[in-house]
């Protein structure tokens, strides 16, 4: 970077924020949240709830921007965007759009306290999409790719010794004009495809660790063993011992549950530690038990670095009732437990990727559960930790999608390059176990989905609140099915894989999901795995004044014209999906949580604004659904 750049910007950013530097943009509809944004400390909480220090520093607030041309190797101030909303959304005070030939740029400058010194000092990304070169005082500290995973860098090289600090990102997005894994965004919005986000949109922090510190863990639990295991992985000296420290109650960052009661204390042979608890409390919907978590590493009795997280007991199984003409279910901790789940999308009216604070994160999971659904799918997008933290908390099972990278609404798309087009032009065999056809992904596409799924299923495989890995949905980029499968697999073996959301199976996981609108229908059982309907529903129902514009307004099944409408449907929706759970169906989707842009069949407006059925009469609908499968055991 230009030291005279550098020079000029830092002095800029050393003005004091305030409410005036910043206000959102767009006439669209916002959620409520949005007017207690407080632009210098947007989304305040500590991103990383399973792994605390008490030591970090938020950098989310006012940043400079520019967007430029590619290429381009520094840029000029255009003026102030919010960080962590992407640069599209209202709430970003952007508003503004960028192509696969542009850059979108970041500065901004920061102060290391004194207390860190001698601290290596650790800069994280919660997301940016898509890629990412991180400057760091004019140095290059690093490069990232990958819209969806978080990433750090050590920074401690390119720091000054003393006084302020200039931290700059460029970012480059292709959206859907490329091979990059972009789930529902598209350059063109219609129908199911929605604005696209670019740029950081996740908590960017600071944090300082000794040169011997904690990288992460993962938590297993055989409840049948009565064990909890623990593999710890971490940068230590030789002699450094890592201990393990499980507490009755969350401790560290749940106020829910506070203890200090230590039950048990293992140190880490090998990478793993292992604890023995003769009285397991076990974590379910119903009954969302975590214990607290407390890992660190001593040295010659003295404690060099520490962490504080939680640990949830529960296993995720198949099970298959003696009768021979029974179907595979899924089992919750040893019982069949039927999955009744809501499709959630994870987008907002004003920060699109982002929920403008930690209270409206939580608040889908909390309705969806006050509405009676034990299970969430979050379609083919990745929410930042804390919102898994919340599902942990408040009893939620997720299944949890890859973002496609790809789609057969091509000709909707002129822009797209040829060799784009031609990548996912393949066959969807939405009705049938046989005839779907893969895409024709180059090498370097597959390779890149590989890394991008890993490094998500390794971020995120933490959270027991997840229980079904799905890498495809209808065929859209899917490729090498089986060997994708095998691969999910080896990275993480504690969960169920359902391997291709909505058709073009091929029988290699453990879960064969059809997908059926507007009425729940298996269309055909495969009696050697699970039987889910993947999606199904999308009543739709506008409310006057919460809608995100006067034009695009649908469902699936049509717009009803009252809540009344809107619930006696899918009330009889929900009879019928009883017939279908006394068949063998094993799980079911409804779509969906809230409205999204144009599409008006959530059950909730998509301000939040309004829910749209009472949740009392849907919880009472929904649980006769699940206790339908519990009278067949």
């Not at 003769?278 to 974590?283: A, Q």
Request: net charge negative; aromatic share 12%.
């Amino acid at each position: 970077m230009k030291n005279l750049l550098t020079m000029t910007l830092s002095i800029a950013l050393a003005v004091p924020v305030s409410a005036g530097n910043w206000s959102p943009v767009g006439d669209n509809i916002r959620s409520r949240w949005a007017d207690g944004i407080d632009p210098s400390s947007p989304l305040p909480e500590y991103p990383r709830p399973q792994m605390v220090r008490n030591e970090w520093k938020n950098l989310n607030g006012l940043w400079d921007y520019g967007i430029t041309d590619g290429n381009a190797e520094d840029f000029d101030s255009e003026g102030r965007i919010l960080v962590p909303f992407p640069v599209e959304s209202s709430l970003s005070g952007v508003g503004r759009r960028i192509d696969k030939e542009q850059a979108l740029w970041y500065e901004r400058t920061f102060s290391v306290p004194k207390e860190w010194n001698g601290s290596r000092i650790i800069l994280h990304f919660g997301a940016v999409d898509w890629e990412s070169v991180v400057y760091v005082n004019g140095f290059e500290a690093g490069t990232h790719k990958g819209g969806y995973d978080p990433f750090s860098f050590d920074i401690t090289p390119f720091l000054k010794k003393a006084g302020t600090q200039t931290l700059t990102v460029k970012v480059k997005d292709a959206t859907d004009n490329s091979f990059q894994p972009r789930g529902k965004q598209c350059l063109i919005q219609g129908s199911i495809w929605y604005t696209p986000v670019s740029g950081i949109w996740q908590t960017v922090w600071l944090e300082p660790v000794p040169m011997s510190h904690i990288r992460s863990y993962f938590v297993e639990s055989d409840i049948d063993a009565g064990l909890l295991s623990v593999s710890v992985d971490a940068a230590i000296a030789v002699g450094d011992e890592i201990k393990v420290c499980l507490y009755e109650g969350a401790v560290g960052y749940s106020p829910e549950t506070p203890s200090s009661v230590v039950l048990a204390e293992s140190y880490v042979r090998k990478g793993r530690a292992e604890i023995r608890l003769d009285d397991m409390k076990l974590w379910s919907p119903d009954e969302p038990w975590l214990y607290g978590l407390g890992i660190r590493i001593e040295r010659d009795g003295r404690v060099v670095d520490e962490i504080a997280g939680y640990a949830a007991v529960r296993q995720i199984s198949i099970v298959q009732k003696p009768l021979q003409y029974r179907y595979k279910r899924m089992a919750l901790n040893g019982e069949p437990l039927f999955h009744l789940g809501l499709l959630d999308q994870g987008w907002w009216p004003d920060g699109l990727y982002t929920a403008p604070s930690d209270e409206a994160l939580k608040f889908d999971i909390e309705k969806s559960k006050e509405m009676g659904f034990n299970m969430i799918r979050k379609h083919i997008k990745v929410e930042p930790a804390r919102w898994y933290y919340w599902c942990d908390v408040l009893g939620m099972l997720v299944w949890q999608d890859m973002p496609c990278i790809g789609d057969f609404w091509d000709s909707q798309f002129p822009a797209r390059d040829p060799e784009i087009v031609r990548a996912v032009d393949n066959v969807w065999a939405e009705g049938s176990l046989v005839g779907g056809t893969d895409c024709i992904i180059p090498q370097p596409w597959k390779e890149n989905f590989r890394r991008e799924w890993k490094s998500i299923m390794n971020a995120l495989k933490g959270f027991q609140c997840i229980v079904v890995w799905v890498p495809f949905n209808e065929g859209w980029g899917q490729f090498d099915t089986r060997e994708i499968v095998e691969f999910t697999r080896s990275v993480d073996s504690t969960r169920l894989i359902d391997e291709a959301s909505g058709g073009n199976f091929s029988l290699c996981g453990d879960i064969v999901d059809v997908h059926n609108y507007p009425v729940p229908c298996m269309k055909f059982f495969e009696r050697n795995f699970v039987n889910v309907i993947g999606e199904f529903g999308g009543i739709g129902y506008p409310v006057p004044g919460h809608t995100w514009n006067a034009v695009e307004k649908w469902g699936y099944d049509g717009v009803k014209e009252s809540a009344e409408e809107l619930i006696g449907q899918y009330e009889e929706y929900m009879k019928e999906l009883e017939i279908m759970v006394r068949t063998g169906c094993a799980g079911a989707i409804y779509t969906q949580t809230t409205d999204v842009e144009g599409e008006v069949n959530g059950l909730i407006t998509y301000d939040r604004a309004v829910v749209k059925v009472d949740p009392a009469r849907i919880s009472a609908i929904n649980r006769a659904v699940i206790e339908t499968m519990n009278k067949l055991n």
